[in-house]
């Protein structure tokens, strides 16, 4: 009887102490980052005292369930992340708090980050609004075993009149998926679905061949010779050198493809980059590197950046609470130990530590990559855009429109977009 | 027109239960039988497994002297009457009467002509272009009715056709069955759960119960002669009545009244003196006067009730000295009896009937005229 | 409609003429149907009167106001995008394929399945699986089936020395894939639908056809077809109105890709209201919708009732 007694008062007084206590509550996406800070949060919580609260869900759902939330005057998330999709339409809206003044009580220093993704998800017309969580700029995955094969550096010398090599420009990457078509093996693997896999991957070879979306004054600048070249070589990898059916692949797929060791190169997210050397998902495990994208001449990336934000919303219910997570969570040593898991970061001090380094042999790639890296147009109707890419650039793919019309009609949209949002006069 | 022969027929189920047993049954060509039995007796069975909707699990079926068992209905050459008509609900008229034909690949001339004389024999030539649903109960009878008669076929096979209709219906569509067996001369048989229409139109009645066939004749020789308990009970209304009695060699006691025998009967009975009988009487045996010449006895009854139905009087009674059965006894019109009065009737004793009251059977007795 | 034309007899009498009591039950009528009323008004009036105020207004998610009222600018915006005109037309082909395959296709296991009498328990069961399963879940394992060269389809139709198909990655099969997945989804609607009328079918113009002299086939048109027309004509009309909502097996599977080839109109609304922001012109492609869908819902009803 006594011992019941006791139990109770324990759990009791177990239960009502967290329900004194603070918590952050905030909704986030289910990736591997997501993950990794969960492992942390214990530490915060020792430190602060403040119990933090993830929702973690699946991207389709964020967005229906963030917008009623950050309309609200008082929403029920203290912090949010947001991706660069959304940071035109958020901010337009007026949905996010301006972080400058707390930055610069604390002193945190935002000069670490690299400055393509303050750009993305940091600063938006000279005010912050966000702290880049982590990126997911692309990289260029290739087998390095294919590369080294003796024969094959016969065989493409003799064929091409260079060495067979690490590609230094887009050129030279183009010869090796034609090379590399043969045996059974595809020389490249495409992820053509609509709408984004197609527009994020098609975006690397626009800016592979020097093209942009757009001038300093958003004029469209797709319709061009950069960007004719980068549709037709994206419907020939496709169409000739892609596996049957990569029309309609998403990421997962066709990162199969590469993982069976189908395929000798792929453009993808570079997340998946750990997953390669999961021997539960990959049969080529060691076999694999990333680089950036190449460009028109070695040294100039073609990489698409990509990255998430942490902000505080308006809305937010404690965001003194908010904002002391983010300063934590962004903090060196904490950003150091999620890149230590396997985490993307977005700091480069964390890109230059030794032991990220030494565990994470490609770290130094993934920093040229972003800093070499080119930005997708972010405003309020960056979704749309992607919309409208996808259609037309799939389109293209199956050969229902020539590649200069589809870009015409991307162009035309994309202007009508522009000025209805104000970028563009 | 044929004739129909059933020897030794069963049908089993499935799951081992046996509808008909061991049935065999000869109908005359142009005969109009009546296959009569309370609910579940078999006779619907009997009939679907004439017309072929059932298989015969045993035994065999001959129409016209040729084997039917393995003939499709199609080719049987009968027709059938359904209980519920069973009419293609969205056909009109005239095209549920010429469907069959029109499957046969009979001539559009032939069935046009015979489809009109079908509507005029029958009486809906002005139903010709409407549907079931907008018919009345007794017009789809018809209907039902010519769509068999229009095949022109060897038999009518008939369930319990007039058993939707009501009782005035009833007996209109019974006297112009009647008519029709005439004019036709088809073979008919009639499935029915009523023994009015049993005693009324069937020329012989086949009596069914559970699976089997337990007497086969003309109305009045069953009605007569009904060779059980079963039979006795369930022809006419009210039934004949039956009552536990004791049989002595020239008399029989039912309660505290002696019924002295004929000496005929006693004879007759001689066999079964000294034991306990079911004593079957007719209500209408039962006389409010004497009668010498027909041999009546008297018989003291207390009445219970009175039933008064217009054209005769039933009164339910007990028998005096045996409280425990009630018998019915037909009276005249103007017959009344107070509850408890006690009357005395003179019992025909002639058209005593005699039951074994372990095998449920007749005893036999001498046939009367 | 018999019922409502005795009802409208009894509610045309003038007051006067109606007996006390007849009012009271006229009031207590109302009364327990109130809450379902109320409730019916809550759930599809509201939204409809909503969608379709806002369908006439310049009503964005960027400025969700009625601010602006825009007459039917949204409309003539609407049926004047190419876009969504070819959408229109690609669902009216994907309705017309898939309730008609799915039609035939449940009429007859329907009738297969109405002749048997041992284990219909459990076929049944095998087929409602799929119909209890969420569409999205139905969308993902057949795109890992259906994966080109990994997929279990492919592989299969390789041992039988069939070369691997395109399904979602060209233009020509795209549409036939996601109409043979809906009807591998939702035939046993149809079939469940098809074998319950069948089984209510009477038994005895059947038993009257036969002796008449009806073959199988016959039975089946002449009798079996006309007495299913009211139940065939409610099963048409409840698939066509889903197959024209599809938009889950679209969305999972081919995002309305490769090109514009599976580009199904729900799909093209929910993404002009949720991507494009713009919630005024896709309310007015909904109402265009609407009125199609109940354009041809009495037409279909019309017909039915017309040969029954």
Same mark, same amino acid.
């Given at each position: 009887?006594?011992?019941?007694?006791?139990?109770?008062?324990?759990?009791?007084?177990?239960?009502?102490?967290?329900?004194?206590?603070?918590?952050?509550?905030?909704?986030?996406?289910?990736?591997?980052?997501?993950?990794?800070?969960?492992?942390?949060?214990?530490?915060?919580?020792?430190?602060?005292?403040?119990?933090?609260?993830?929702?973690?869900?699946?991207?389709?759902?964020?967005?229906?369930?963030?917008?009623?939330?950050?309309?609200?005057?008082?929403?029920?998330?203290?912090?949010?992340?947001?991706?660069?999709?959304?940071?035109?339409?958020?901010?337009?809206?007026?949905?996010?708090?301006?972080?400058?003044?707390?930055?610069?009580?604390?002193?945190?220093?935002?000069?670490?980050?690299?400055?393509?993704?303050?750009?993305?998800?940091?600063?938006?017309?000279?005010?912050?609004?966000?702290?880049?969580?982590?990126?997911?700029?692309?990289?260029?995955?290739?087998?390095?075993?294919?590369?080294?094969?003796?024969?094959?550096?016969?065989?493409?010398?003799?064929?091409?009149?260079?060495?067979?090599?690490?590609?230094?420009?887009?050129?030279?990457?183009?010869?090796?998926?034609?090379?590399?078509?043969?045996?059974?093996?595809?020389?490249?693997?495409?992820?053509?679905?609509?709408?984004?896999?197609?527009?994020?991957?098609?975006?690397?070879?626009?800016?592979?061949?020097?093209?942009?979306?757009?001038?300093?004054?958003?004029?469209?600048?797709?319709?061009?010779?950069?960007?004719?070249?980068?549709?037709?070589?994206?419907?020939?990898?496709?169409?000739?050198?892609?596996?049957?059916?990569?029309?309609?692949?998403?990421?997962?797929?066709?990162?199969?493809?590469?993982?069976?060791?189908?395929?000798?190169?792929?453009?993808?997210?570079?997340?998946?980059?750990?997953?390669?050397?999961?021997?539960?998902?990959?049969?080529?495990?060691?076999?694999?590197?990333?680089?950036?994208?190449?460009?028109?001449?070695?040294?100039?990336?073609?990489?698409?950046?990509?990255?998430?934000?942490?902000?505080?919303?308006?809305?937010?219910?404690?965001?003194?609470?908010?904002?002391?997570?983010?300063?934590?969570?962004?903090?060196?040593?904490?950003?150091?130990?999620?890149?230590?898991?396997?985490?993307?970061?977005?700091?480069?001090?964390?890109?230059?530590?030794?032991?990220?380094?030494?565990?994470?042999?490609?770290?130094?790639?993934?920093?040229?990559?972003?800093?070499?890296?080119?930005?997708?147009?972010?405003?309020?109707?960056?979704?749309?855009?992607?919309?409208?890419?996808?259609?037309?650039?799939?389109?293209?793919?199956?050969?229902?429109?020539?590649?200069?019309?589809?870009?015409?009609?991307?162009?035309?949209?994309?202007?009508?977009?522009?000025?209805?949002?104000?970028?563009?006069? | @027109?044929?004739?129909?022969?059933?020897?030794?027929?069963?049908?089993?189920?499935?799951?081992?239960?046996?509808? *008909?047993?061991?049935?065999?049954?000869?109908?005359?060509?142009?005969?109009?039988?009546?296959?009569?039995?309370?609910?579940?007796?078999?006779?619907?069975?009997?009939?679907? @497994?004439?017309?072929?909707?059932?298989?015969?699990?045993?035994?065999?079926?001959?129409?016209?002297?040729?084997?039917?068992?393995?003939?499709?209905?199609?080719?049987?050459?009968? !027709?059938?009457?359904?209980?519920?008509?069973?009419?293609?609900?969205?056909?009109?008229?005239?095209?549920?009467? =010429?469907?069959?034909?029109?499957?046969?690949?009979?001539?559009?001339?032939?069935?046009?002509?015979?489809?009109?004389?079908?509507?005029?024999?029958?009486?809906?030539?002005?139903?010709?272009?409407?549907?079931?649903?907008?018919?009345?109960?007794?017009?789809?009878?018809?209907?039902?009715?010519?769509?068999?008669?229009?095949?022109?076929?060897?038999?009518?096979?008939?369930?319990?056709?007039?058993?939707?209709?009501?009782?005035?219906?009833?007996?209109?569509?019974?006297?112009?069955?009647?008519?029709?067996?005439?004019?036709?001369?088809?073979?008919?048989?009639?499935?029915?759960?009523?023994?009015?229409?049993?005693?009324?139109?069937?020329?012989?009645?086949?009596? @069914?119960?559970?699976? *089997?066939?337990?007497?086969?004749?003309?109305?009045?020789?069953?009605?007569?002669?009904?060779?059980?308990?079963?039979?006795?009970?369930?022809?006419?209304?009210?039934?004949?009545?039956?009552?536990?009695?004791?049989? =002595?060699?020239?008399?029989?006691?039912?309660?505290?009244?002696?019924?002295?025998?004929?000496?005929?009967?006693?004879?007759?009975?001689?066999?079964?003196?000294?034991?306990?009988?079911? !004593?079957? @009487?007719?209500?209408?045996?039962?006389?409010?006067?004497?009668?010498?010449? !027909?041999?009546?006895?008297?018989?003291?009854?207390?009445?219970?009730?009175?039933?008064?139905?217009?054209?005769? *009087?039933?009164?339910?009674?007990? *028998?005096?000295?045996?409280?425990? !059965?009630?018998?019915?006894?037909?009276?005249?019109?103007?017959?009344?009896?107070?509850?408890?009065?006690?009357?005395?009737?003179?019992?025909?004793?002639?058209?005593?009937?005699?039951?074994?009251?372990?095998?449920?059977?007749?005893?036999?007795?001498?046939?009367?005229? | 409609?018999?019922?409502?034309?005795?009802?409208?007899?009894?509610?045309?009498?003038?007051?006067?003429?109606?007996?006390?009591?007849?009012?009271?039950?006229?009031?207590?009528?109302?009364?327990? &149907?109130?809450?379902?009323?109320? +409730?019916?008004?809550?759930?599809?009036?509201?939204?409809?009167?909503?969608?379709?105020?806002?369908?006439?207004?310049?009503?964005?998610?960027?400025?969700?106001?009625?601010?602006?009222?825009?007459?039917?600018?949204?409309?003539?915006?609407?049926?004047?995008?190419?876009?969504?005109?070819?959408?229109?037309?690609?669902?009216?082909?994907?309705?017309?394929?898939?309730?008609?395959?799915?039609?035939?296709?449940?009429?007859?296991? &329907?009738?297969?399945?109405?002749?048997?009498?041992?284990?219909?328990?459990?076929?049944?069961?095998?087929?409602?699986?799929?119909?209890?399963?969420?569409?999205?879940?139905?969308?993902?394992?057949?795109?890992?089936? +259906?994966?080109?060269?990994?997929? #279990?389809?492919?592989?299969?139709?390789?041992?039988?020395?069939?070369?691997?198909?395109?399904?979602?990655?060209?233009?020509?099969?795209?549409?036939?894939?996601?109409?043979?997945?809906?009807?591998?989804?939702?035939?046993?609607?149809?079939?469940?639908?098809?074998?319950?009328?069948?089984?209510?079918?009477?038994?005895?113009?059947?038993?009257?056809?036969?002796?008449?002299?009806?073959?199988?086939?016959?039975?089946?048109?002449?009798?079996?077809?006309?007495?299913?027309?009211?139940? #065939?004509?409610?099963?048409?009309? #409840?698939?066509?109105?889903?197959?024209?909502?599809?938009?889950?097996?679209?969305?999972?599977?081919?995002?309305?890709?490769?090109?514009?080839?599976?580009?199904?109109?729900?799909?093209?609304?929910?993404?002009?209201?949720?991507?494009?922001?713009?919630?005024?012109?896709?309310?007015?492609?909904?109402?265009?919708?609407?009125?199609? #869908?109940?354009?041809?819902?009495?037409?279909?009803?019309?017909?039915?009732?017309?040969?029954?």
């Amino acid at each position: 009887m006594l011992k019941k007694w006791l139990l109770a008062a324990a759990l009791a007084t177990g239960l009502s102490g967290p329900a004194f206590a603070e918590t952050v509550n905030i909704l986030m996406e289910g990736v591997p980052d997501t993950e990794y800070v969960k492992t942390l949060l214990p530490e915060f919580t020792k430190e602060t005292g403040i119990e933090v609260n993830l929702e973690v869900v699946n991207y389709a759902e964020m967005h229906t369930k963030l917008v009623p939330q950050l309309v609200a005057p008082k929403g029920s998330y203290s912090a949010i992340v947001v991706d660069f999709y959304w940071v035109g339409e958020f901010t337009k809206a007026g949905w996010l708090q301006p972080l400058d003044e707390r930055i610069k009580a604390d002193n945190f220093d935002t000069s670490v980050y690299v400055p393509k993704l303050m750009d993305l998800v940091g600063r938006v017309d000279g005010t912050t609004y966000m702290l880049p969580f982590y990126n997911y700029a692309m990289g260029l995955l290739y087998r390095k075993d294919l590369l080294a094969d003796e024969k094959n550096k016969t065989d493409f010398k003799a064929k091409y009149g260079f060495d067979l090599d690490v590609p230094k420009t887009w050129d030279e990457y183009l010869k090796q998926v034609e090379f590399f078509t043969k045996d059974g093996i595809n020389g490249v693997v495409n992820q053509g679905l609509r709408p984004d896999p197609i527009a994020m991957e098609w975006s690397n070879y626009l800016f592979a061949n020097g093209g942009e979306y757009h001038d300093a004054n958003w004029k469209a600048t797709l319709n061009t010779e950069a960007g004719v070249k980068a549709v037709e070589q994206y419907a020939t990898n496709v169409n000739k050198y892609g596996p049957i059916g990569s029309a309609s692949f998403s990421f997962d797929e066709a990162f199969n493809v590469m993982a069976q060791g189908k395929a000798y190169s792929y453009i993808t997210y570079n997340f998946f980059r750990a997953g390669i050397d999961d021997a539960s998902k990959s049969a080529v495990v060691g076999k694999v590197e990333i680089m950036p994208v190449p460009g028109t001449e070695a040294g100039k990336g073609g990489s698409l950046n990509g990255a998430w934000g942490w902000a505080i919303p308006k809305s937010s219910p404690n965001a003194d609470a908010a904002w002391k997570f983010l300063k934590w969570v962004e903090s060196p040593a904490i950003a150091k130990k999620r890149a230590l898991q396997g985490g993307s970061p977005t700091r480069t001090d964390v890109f230059d530590d030794a032991e990220v380094n030494a565990k994470y042999p490609y770290a130094k790639a993934l920093k040229e990559m972003l800093l070499t890296s080119h930005n997708f147009p972010v405003f309020t109707y960056t979704p749309q855009l992607v919309e409208v890419l996808g259609r037309e650039l799939s389109l293209a793919v199956a050969g229902e429109k020539k590649p200069a019309e589809a870009l015409a009609a991307i162009e035309t949209e994309m202007t009508e977009l522009a000025k209805k949002d104000g970028k563009l006069k | @027109m044929a004739s129909i022969s059933l020897s030794n027929v069963h049908k089993f189920y499935p799951n081992g239960y046996a509808a *008909v047993r061991d049935v065999s049954l000869d109908i005359k060509d142009g005969e109009f039988m009546i296959l009569l039995g309370p609910s579940g007796c078999g006779k619907s069975t009997t009939l679907r @497994m004439i017309a072929g909707l059932e298989t015969i699990s045993k035994g065999d079926l001959h129409i016209g002297g040729a084997r039917m068992n393995d003939i499709d209905p199609a080719d049987r050459d009968v !027709a059938i009457v359904f209980q519920n008509y069973a009419l293609y609900p969205h056909m009109t008229v005239i095209d549920n009467l =010429s469907f069959g034909l029109r499957l046969r690949g009979v001539g559009r001339a032939v069935i046009d002509q015979r489809v009109a004389n079908i509507a005029d024999m029958l009486g809906i030539g002005e139903l010709l272009s409407r549907k079931p649903a907008q018919l009345s109960g007794g017009q789809r009878q018809r209907v039902a009715l010519g769509r068999a008669l229009v095949r022109e076929p060897k038999a009518f096979l008939l369930d319990e056709p007039l058993s939707n209709l009501d009782a005035k219906l009833r007996s209109a569509m019974r006297t112009e069955l009647i008519k029709l067996h005439r004019t036709l001369g088809t073979t008919i048989v009639h499935v029915t759960h009523d023994q009015v229409e049993a005693m009324t139109m069937g020329e012989r009645i086949c009596i @069914m119960k559970d699976g *089997v066939i337990v007497q086969v004749g003309a109305p009045m020789e069953v009605y007569r002669n009904p060779v059980n308990t079963f039979v006795a009970g369930f022809l006419a209304s009210p039934p004949m009545n039956l009552l536990r009695s004791r049989l =002595s060699a020239q008399s029989l006691s039912l309660g505290d009244t002696v019924l002295a025998l004929p000496p005929a009967l006693g004879q007759a009975f001689a066999a079964h003196a000294e034991r306990e009988v079911i !004593a079957g @009487m007719r209500p209408e045996d039962f006389h409010l006067k004497a009668d010498a010449a !027909a041999s009546t006895a008297p018989v003291k009854v207390h009445a219970v009730t009175t039933e008064v139905l217009g054209p005769e *009087v039933i009164l339910v009674a007990t *028998v005096s000295g045996e409280q425990g !059965a009630e018998i019915h006894i037909r009276c005249p019109r103007d017959f009344r009896a107070k509850p408890g009065e006690i009357v005395i009737f003179h019992y025909d004793v002639s058209q005593l009937q005699l039951f074994d009251p372990e095998t449920t059977y007749a005893l036999k007795r001498p046939v009367q005229i | 409609m018999t019922l409502a034309a005795d009802d409208r007899r009894l509610n045309d009498l003038p007051r006067a003429e109606q007996t006390a009591v007849e009012r009271r039950d006229r009031m207590f009528g109302w009364l327990i &149907a109130s809450p379902s009323l109320g +409730l019916l008004f809550l759930v599809i009036l509201f939204p409809v009167f909503w969608a379709l105020y806002t369908s006439v207004h310049d009503y964005t998610l960027i400025a969700p106001n009625f601010d602006t009222f825009n007459g039917i600018d949204n409309y003539t915006k609407a049926l004047g995008d190419p876009e969504f005109r070819h959408t229109l037309w690609l669902t009216a082909f994907f309705v017309a394929a898939v309730v008609l395959l799915e039609f035939a296709l449940g009429f007859l296991v &329907a009738l297969m399945l109405n002749s048997v009498e041992r284990f219909k328990a459990i076929y049944y069961a095998i087929l409602l699986c799929p119909l209890l399963m969420n569409p999205v879940i139905v969308g993902l394992i057949w795109r890992m089936f +259906l994966h080109p060269s990994l997929g #279990i389809v492919n592989y299969l139709l390789s041992l039988v020395g069939i070369d691997p198909v395109n399904w979602l990655g060209s233009t020509k099969v795209a549409l036939w894939t996601i109409v043979m997945v809906d009807i591998w989804h939702q035939v046993s609607f149809m079939i469940v639908l098809l074998l319950a009328g069948l089984s209510a079918l009477p038994r005895e113009p059947y038993e009257a056809a036969r002796v008449d002299g009806a073959s199988a086939l016959r039975s089946f048109w002449h009798i079996t077809v006309p007495l299913m027309l009211p139940v #065939i004509a409610v099963t048409l009309l #409840i698939r066509l109105i889903f197959a024209v909502k599809t938009y889950d097996l679209v969305y999972i599977m081919t995002r309305g890709g490769p090109g514009v080839a599976t580009d199904l109109v729900s799909y093209f609304i929910y993404r002009t209201a949720f991507v494009g922001l713009n919630i005024g012109e896709a309310s007015a492609m909904s109402a265009i919708l609407l009125a199609v #869908i109940m354009g041809l819902t009495v037409w279909l009803h019309r017909y039915m009732r017309s040969l029954t």
